[in-house]
């Protein structure tokens, strides 16, 4: 869809993303290539990696990183040629370093402290007496668990 | 004229939400009955007249009334007529429009079925529901009226975004809308209980049937919108983490964290003030995503307006509903003391488990998707957040809900022993890892993906089939497959929701780790192999139609010498909108799809083919209206029908007045 608009945008013909007389005779090589355009960005789209995008300059990227390749690159040169040129803004998977670091731990951390205060929670659920009828002391609470365990 | 009485209806509305906002809530508070009453004729009202204002839209959609503005830029004389009529929400007046009819659909059906509410509550929530309304009514009114005219009249209008001229997209809007909407039910319902100060096993009753029919549309309309993407992309993508799908996506989580946690409420009266923080983030995400799509602030296809007017006037909406509902939140959210007491194992804490994993994803997904935004403003860097970040930050919190959910879902309340819950699960674990080993083991060469989805995937399912099964309790199986039939309807739906989730975790494991993918020169009449399959491009010819041009493909799929298909896939553009779309041919499979594409004529003669074999692609989607399914099986559960009013009098609740 995003490919789509571009080419609203822009005027296009229609066409689809990795054309056949791109594709490299080894199928190994081939193989990284998609692998490394899945994750460099289409400059002109939305939120669209090169390899899906049909706009020229996600086919000229498609082509660079195909010629970094047959030059000999690894796949990590390859990308470190395509970023220097074009900036951090390619890489659909953003680096975890500087301010970037924020992006990759909040997930963690949040997770780490929900599960911190689920743990005081529930401890506390656990300790506070039954309400009203029916409520066990603590002594009848362990022998129950106890009792329960066997 | 009648376009005019459209406008003036809508302007009713407004003037009759103003009077139900404030009404109710003084006679809640002082207990005056006949000011209470006013809530139940105001919400119905206030349905008709937006009713009224939708129906005058639409007639001028169909009607091709090209003096509204709207119409003009937004349909065309030759456009068939079911995208006249879902051209009527296929833009951003219009789509607001929609949003307040299914938003006053709601309030209206809380005065219908909401006898059994006790009178100060149904007030509050009525008054909450109508003060979103108010707010909508204004953004609407102020600043994206749908009823403007145009001076002078064209002869034809623009015609509709091609892409959203398809079934599949036609209702998409409408169900993502009656859940983003259906979530301001739960959020009313929290702000009463805040505003009445009390919380009980009642509460959680009532809150619950709305998250579920708010969460299963969203279900519906997510996987709708998935689908979609899936057929009429080209390539057979489904989900691209793009900023508008993360939009639906946060709420969906956040509701399926709250209506596990409204079961904690209404059973065991604990996670309370946890349950209500979740129905005002529910909400507050669902506005978020109006955000997000109507301002354009993280443009991208869906964002029919770049106007920062409206974007501000939303964040504003945002603000108002958002801070003052944690105000209220922080004010009152002590005197919800819960009741309830639980062990380190029981089901309560597999429910917070869940509400954790789930919330906590939801924040992920959250982050990632506005983390461009403040890298930007906050760093001066930019930056892109895309498919690859988020599946390697979101994924592992759905395969640690996939792993937890069987064994969660046989955990009793209270108190519980994990090897007694494990008991019946062993041998569905030594199954489903078998299952996998044996998959791994065909698959020579290739990543782990397939067979920790048909892992997962299994355990999943298989779990909610023992934990169906445990339902009957003990006896022959004859009995026990008697009393199977008889289980309450919330069972099956618990069991069915939770297959479905496993059966779309299999299957989204299974496309990404099992498809083929061919790109070619195919030359008429010339076969070539694919995956087994021997495809032939017959021929490609022109075809009109009703307003577009196409190039169909004619193409031929063989097993062996056997032809299995014949497949038109079409390369379309429409004039009028200027604009391309390719129209993939699938054929549609239970194991797997064929999925074929016709690109560009080539130099030298021969079509730009590519094929795609799917494998259980159907599955993805089938998962996700199984999991609709259990929720819808879940509302009607009789529970919710018969007496669910009768609020126990508990001794132990304060209000906080």
Not at chain 1, 97 to 108: C, F, K, T, V
Not at chain 2, 248 to 276: D, G, Y
Not at chain 2, 553 to 572: D, M, N, T
Request: hydrophobic content about 55%; charged content about 15%.
């Amino acid at each position: 869809m995003r490919r789509l608009l571009l080419l609203l945008a822009f005027l296009a013909s229609p066409a689809f993303a990795v054309q056949p007389d791109e594709i490299l005779d080894d199928p190994a090589l081939e193989a990284r290539a998609r692998d490394i355009s899945a994750g460099l960005r289409c400059l002109v789209c939305r939120n669209e990696s090169i390899d899906e995008s049909n706009a020229d300059l996600a086919r000229d990227l498609r082509l660079l990183v195909r010629e970094r390749l047959t030059a000999g690159d690894s796949d990590a040169e390859a990308v470190v040629f395509i970023v220097e040129r074009y900036g951090e803004y390619v890489l659909l998977k953003p680096t975890a370093s500087g301010s970037n670091l924020i992006l990759w731990i909040a997930g963690p951390l949040m997770l780490v402290l929900a599960l911190a205060g689920a743990g005081v929670y529930v401890a506390r659920r656990r300790r506070s007496p039954e309400p009203a009828e029916g409520g066990l002391s603590e002594a009848e609470e362990a022998r129950l668990a106890e009792i329960l365990k066997e | 004229m009648i376009v005019e009485l459209g406008h003036f209806a809508l302007i009713l509305a407004f003037v009759v939400a103003i009077v139900q906002m404030v009404v109710p809530l003084i006679g809640a508070q002082r207990r005056w009955a006949s000011w209470m009453n006013v809530a139940e004729p105001a919400a119905t009202l206030q349905f008709v007249f937006v009713a009224a204002a939708f129906a005058s839209l639409t007639y001028a959609f169909v009607s091709s009334d090209f003096s509204l503005r709207l119409v003009t830029l937004n349909s065309h004389t030759a456009k068939p007529l079911l995208y006249k009529f879902s051209g009527v929400w296929g833009n951003h007046e219009g789509s607001m429009l929609l949003w307040v009819l299914i938003l006053t659909l709601f309030g209206a059906s809380a005065a219908w079925f909401g006898g059994n509410l006790p009178p100060g509550l149904r007030a509050r929530v009525l008054s909450v529901q109508a003060a979103i309304g108010v707010a909508f009514y204004a953004f609407i009114l102020f600043t994206s009226n749908p009823f403007q005219r145009l001076e002078v009249p064209p002869f034809d209008g623009q015609d509709l975004n091609p892409l959203l001229q398809d079934p599949g997209l036609a209702f998409h809007p409408p169900f993502l809308y009656l859940g983003y909407v259906g979530l301001s039910m739960s959020f009313s319902f929290a702000v009463a209980a805040l505003i009445e100060g009390r919380v009980d096993a009642a509460w959680g009753r009532w809150v619950r049937p709305w998250t579920l029919a708010a969460w299963l549309f969203l279900t519906v309309g997510i996987a709708l919108g998935s689908w979609w993407a899936y057929y009429e992309l080209g390539w057979g993508g489904f989900w691209f983490w793009d900023p508008v799908e993360n939009a639906s996506f946060m709420p969906w989580l956040i509701a399926a964290a709250l209506l596990h946690s409204a079961i904690v409420v209404e059973k065991r009266e604990a996670l309370k003030a946890w349950t209500i923080l979740l129905a005002i983030l529910a909400f507050g995400f669902s506005l978020i995503g109006t955000f997000i799509v109507r301002s354009g602030v993280l443009t991208s296809v869906h964002a029919f307006a770049n106007d920062p007017e409206r974007g501000v006037f939303i964040l504003m909406i945002l603000a108002v509903f958002m801070g003052g509902a944690l105000t209220l939140f922080a004010a009152r959210a002590g005197a919800m003391e819960a009741k309830g007491v639980f062990a380190t194992v029981s089901r309560e804490t597999g429910i917070l488990a869940n509400n954790i994993l789930l919330a906590v994803a939801a924040f992920v997904v959250f982050v990632g998707t506005v983390w461009p935004l403040v890298a930007e403003m906050a760093f001066d860097r930019k930056l892109s957040v895309g498919a690859p970040y988020f599946n390697a930050a979101f994924s592992p919190f759905m395969v640690a809900i996939a792993v937890l959910m069987p064994i969660g879902a046989l955990l009793p309340w209270k108190r519980a022993s994990l090897a007694r819950a494990m008991r019946p699960l062993w041998g569905v674990l030594a199954l489903s890892l078998a299952s996998g080993a044996l998959v791994w083991a065909m698959q020579t060469g290739r990543s782990a993906l397939g067979p920790v989805g048909v892992i997962l995937g299994l355990w999943v399912v298989l779990g909610a089939a023992v934990d169906l099964w445990s339902r009957t309790g003990r006896g022959s199986p004859g009995a026990r497959l008697a009393r199977l039939t008889r289980l309450p309807r919330a069972d099956w739906g618990k069991s069915t929701a939770h297959a479905g989730l496993g059966i779309t975790v299999f299957a989204i494991a299974a496309i990404l780790a099992w498809q083929v993918e061919d790109i070619r020169v195919a030359r008429q009449g010339e076969r070539f192999e694919v995956a087994g399959l021997g495809i032939e491009l017959r021929e490609v010819r022109e075809v009109q139609g009703p307003n577009y041009r196409s190039s169909m493909a004619e193409i031929a799929v063989f097993r062996g010498e056997r032809q299995i298909a014949v497949l038109f896939p079409e390369k379309r553009s429409y004039p009028v909108a200027r604009m391309p779309t390719t129209e993939a041919a699938i054929r549609n499979g239970v194991l797997s799809d064929i999925y074929l594409v016709i690109g560009d004529p080539q130099e030298g003669g021969g079509w730009a083919v590519r094929t795609y074999i799917k494998p259980f692609a159907n599955w993805i989607w089938g998962g996700a209206i199984i999991m609709a399914l259990g929720g819808l099986l879940s509302l009607s559960d009789r529970r919710y029908r018969v007496a669910a009013g009768a609020r126990h009098t508990s001794p132990g609740a304060v209000p906080a007045e």
